[in-house]
């Protein structure tokens, strides 16, 4: 039967030939420009092997020993391991973690959500660009300045006898609300979280308002022509829009609040008691204090998988996100 029989008369004109599959050139061409991006590669590959690999790696070696930082460590296998299970500071030093990374990650990441939203839609339009510009780097400015300077700084202001939080409670009458901040174990970690809210917010406004900035502005029209309020255009557009850049203030901030040291270091000393000890610090205080260096070890290699970890979780989270297409 012939294909006009088939089609009811009408003529089938038979496929074009296929065309020839090219060839891709895979060949000296491809791995000398590899090569030669390889050579401006090298000078980070070399500094970052030399100040994070190499320490990392004697680190972990460092913490099946034991260790006094002078003459021979004495391997005892994961003996530190072990004791650290068993330590109640450990244990107390990764409960504080826990608020301490509420202060430093989720509360800015909330605050500096809505902080950038209210620069960059009521402030910058209401006062101009510059005005919204001088306020992002005055909640920018406890980011740059040193640590032991906002530390001091803080200390003054929440001394118990001389402090101008106390002053300021006693002119207006209200003694009885007068409390010593950083002495006392019931509020000395509360008070070194409204700190670290302070230090930390600036970072995420900044990062916010950039995302911001890059948002067509014709949906934000739109939805004011559909009748929608602040809110509704924050939730609905803003916030899904710039979840990129939620997620590397997630990331960065739990970061930093896992391996938080300096004001823990200029404001309490993990004190008083362990009222406010966290790992580093107790790292710290194991090396340092104690000259029980593979004991410190053990502790910074256990804090240093917890934040390999975390970040995995955190950039495959990311992943599945951009493949379902928001959240």
Do not use: C
């Not at 491809?30 to 190499?54: C, D, E, K, N, Q």
């Not at 300045?145 to 118990?160: F, N, Q, R, S």
């Amino acid at each position: 039967m012939t294909a006009s029989a088939v089609g009811g008369g009408a003529d089938v004109a038979p496929p074009p030939p296929a065309e020839p599959r090219r060839r891709t050139r895979t060949g000296p061409r491809r791995s000398a420009r590899r090569r030669g991006y390889l050579v401006f590669l090298l000078p980070g590959i070399v500094l970052s092997t030399a100040v994070i690999v190499v320490p990392l790696l004697m680190t972990v070696g460092i913490s099946f020993t034991r260790w006094q930082g002078i003459g021979r460590p004495e391997w005892i296998g994961l003996d530190n391991y072990s004791r650290l299970l068993a330590d109640a500071n450990f244990w107390a030093s990764f409960r504080n973690i826990g608020l301490v990374i509420v202060a430093m990650a989720v509360v800015p990441t909330l605050l500096g959500l809505v902080l950038a939203s209210a620069l960059y839609d009521h402030v910058g339009r209401a006062y101009g660009d510059r005005t919204a510009s001088a306020l992002r780097s005055g909640l920018y400015l406890p980011q740059i300045v040193p640590v032991a300077v906002t530390g001091i700084i803080w200390a003054w202001i929440l001394h118990p006898d001389y402090g101008a939080l106390n002053s300021i409670l006693a002119d207006l009458h209200l003694e009885i609300l007068a409390r010593n901040w950083l002495g006392d174990p019931r509020y000395a970690l509360y008070s070194v979280m409204a700190v670290l809210i302070w230090v930390q917010l600036g970072y995420p406004v900044v990062m916010f308002m950039a995302g911001l900035q890059r948002i067509d502005p014709e949906l934000y029209e739109a939805a004011d022509l559909d009748g929608a309020s602040w809110w509704q255009r924050f939730t609905r557009i803003a916030v899904p829009l710039i979840r990129p850049e939620v997620y590397v203030v997630l990331v960065t901030t739990t970061i930093a609040g896992l391996k938080i040291f300096g004001q823990i270091f200029v404001l309490t000393r993990g004190g008083p008691g362990n009222a406010t000890l966290v790992p580093s610090y107790f790292a710290y205080r194991n090396f340092f204090e104690r000259a029980a260096v593979g004991y410190g070890s053990a502790i910074s290699t256990v804090l240093t998988v917890i934040i390999v970890l975390l970040t995995y979780v955190f950039l495959r989270v990311q992943a599945r996100d951009e493949r379902l297409g928001g959240w």
